[in-house]
């Protein structure tokens, strides 16, 4: 999966959310997260998707989740914010999944570990 295509609806409101994650205080500290990246790929060029490290990046043990949001008629401003209003909710994060980090970090938060990031071993 890539990056989708620029300009588009999608980045013009990805690129409000991370000015908006970007302010002093940040809306994220309340909650203990980091935000490790906001983009918009081309396997789903409508949606928002916004990547947290919980608790901070580099904490021991830690989990990297992603979160979706889809776009909508309103305005870019008024979807940066229902974005940016929906990250600050207490954990779990409505339909995040977990997309790296520690298995031991992702079960202290209430997340399935996904099959998809089983180390997968070869006999010997």
Known sequence: ??????????????????????????????????????????????????????????????????VGFEMTDQSPELQSERIVAALRRPHPLNGAMVCAGDREGAEAYGYVWPASLEETSTPA
């Open 1 to 66: 999966m890539g990056l989708a295509e620029r300009p588009s609806a999608a980045w013009e409101v990805a690129d409000l959310v991370v000015q908006q994650l970007l302010v002093v205080p940040n809306p994220l500290a309340e909650w203990d997260r980091d935000t490790f990246w906001v983009s918009v790929w081309d396997s789903d060029p409508r949606r928002v998707l916004v990547s947290l490290w919980v608790p901070r990046v580099n904490a021991d043990p830690s989990v990297q989740l992603m």
